[in-house]
């Protein structure tokens, strides 16, 4: 059981390149969320989804696009790259019935740098 | 949705000592409130957490106190060790909805002095 796994470990990006940021979970969760965290900053929702075909916008989804094909995977596009989005990248998945909330369980993270 | 205020922002205790972090929310719906741990340069990991419907919960040296009248709740860490020394962000849903949107704090840098 490998929980929830992000790809790649680290990146670097030019201004205006795109790229994808990989999450995979093998714990049968309905949901999974999108993060970044900034120094100091906590972390910010940047999209989730609470199934498979089914996706919302977070508090910080400008510049970020999500698909959710299968419960398994929940893979991050950015189009346009910005300084703005150098960040730590976290994916998140959760198990979560009607009217209970559960844990969410975090990836280890995606190091992201663009210049 | 919810704004989740974390404080203090950084702490430092002598090992031995006891911690607290304390957070308030805004939104009196919230029925769930986690406590998150990170260490540097991992993923937050859960340590604990305290539902609506009771008042306190303890795990060994850790515990949460919840006062839904004030919107707080805060975290205690009793006896603390050097491995202790992490970032703890605190978290609150936005309402009774059964999304599992939850809004973080900044977080709290916690370092233990042996």
Known sequence: ?115 | GENVEQHPSTLSVQEGDSAVIKCTYSDSASNYFPWYKQELGKRPQLIIDIRSNVGEKKDQRIAVTLNKTAKHFSLHITETQPEDSAVYFCAAPQGGSTLGRLYFGRGTQLTVWP
Request: charged letters at 15%; glycine letters at 10%.
């Open chain 1, 1 to 115: 059981n490998a929980g929830v796994t992000q790809t790649p470990k680290f990146r670097i990006l030019k201004i205006g390149q795109s790229m994808t940021l990989q999450c995979a979970q093998d714990m049968n969760h309905n949901y999974m969320y999108w993060y970044r965290q900034d120094p100091g900053m906590g972390l910010k929702l940047i999209y989730y989804s609470v199934g498979a075909g089914i996706t919302d916008k977070g508090e910080v989804p400008n510049g970020y696009n999500v698909s959710r094909s299968t419960t398994e995977d929940f893979p991050l596009r950015l189009e346009l790259a910005a300084p703005s989005q150098t960040s730590v990248y976290f994916c998140a998945s959760s198990y979560t019935r009607q009217g209970a909330r559960e844990t969410q369980y975090f990836g280890p993270g995606t190091r992201l740098l663009v210049l």
